[in-house]
């Protein structure tokens, strides 16, 4: 089973600034099959990237993914009230498909 | 318009069986995968197992093998969640998911609104 960590557990920032989520696999994940997730208190997860950088449909263009192999990073350029949320990891290229735990972004 | 849409939130006693449902509409049921993930409370995100409901195809982590058993109806175009006998450590959100992509294990773009289960005496 591949074991997702990702770092910080939780991030303290303003709006307009940049956040950089890391994401780290315990094994190759593979072909890239990393996607982010942002979940706000009350809702399903919602998806913003797959394939480790392409955004999902609707996602704004300051959310951008980037890795391969074991190192995933999720940035998002300029925080705007509504990011502030947790956000998750998943693989999808071996079963079974695991979430890391989870960076809680917030204000 | 792709919907999941999941049943009502559920009290349970432990010991006792439960079946949550998952119905999918706007879509081509049997031709993508249906996963679920737990989601206790405060806490983050698990995956617990993935059915094709073309040919019922399961996969199971094997966190939740043997706990819970997945299935799925194409007639009715509804997947499920069953247990056999609830734990308190059954409590938690549960939710339905669809990949993005047909006939294929992948990250999930379309969500249920979740169906909250609280096992307790």
């Known amino acids: 089973e591949i074991v997702l960590t990702q770092s910080p557990g939780t991030l303290s920032l303003s709006p307009g600034e940049r956040a950089t989520l890391s994401c780290r696999a315990s094994?190759?994940?593979?072909?890239?099959?990393l996607a982010w997730y942002q979940q706000k208190p009350g809702q399903a997860p919602r998806l913003l990237i797959y394939?480790?950088?392409s955004r999902a449909t609707g996602i704004p263009d300051r959310f951008s993914g980037s890795g391969s192999g074991t190192d995933f990073t999720l940035t998002i350029s300029r925080l705007e009230p509504e990011d502030f949320a947790v956000y998750y990891c998943?693989?999808?290229?071996?079963?079974?498909?695991?979430f890391g735990q989870g960076t809680k972004l917030e204000i | 318009e792709v919907q999941l849409e999941q049943s009502g939130a559920e009290v349970k006693k432990p010991g006792e069986s439960l079946e949550i449902s998952c119905k999918g509409s706007?879509?081509?049921?049997?031709?993508?995968?249906i996963g679920w993930v737990r989601q206790m409370p405060g806490k983050g995100l698990e995956w617990m197992g993935i059915?094709?409901?073309?040919?019922?195809?399961?996969r199971y982590s094997p966190s939740f093998q043997g706990q819970v058993t997945i299935s799925a109806d194409k007639s009715i175009s509804t997947a499920y969640l069953q247990w056999s006998s609830l734990e308190a450590s059954d409590t938690a959100m549960y939710y339905c998911?669809?990949?993005?992509?047909?006939?294929?294990?992948?990250?999930?773009?379309?969500w249920g609104q979740g169906t909250m289960v609280t096992v307790s005496s």
């Open positions: 706007g879509y081509s049921f049997i031709s993508y995968w």
């Open positions: 998943q693989q999808y290229g071996s079963s079974p498909y695991t």
């Open positions: 998911a669809r990949p993005l992509v047909r006939g294929s294990v992948w990250a999930f773009d379309i």
């Open positions: 094994q190759t994940v593979t072909s890239s099959y």
């Open positions: 059915i094709y409901p073309g040919d019922s195809d399961i």
């Open positions: 394939g480790a950088s």
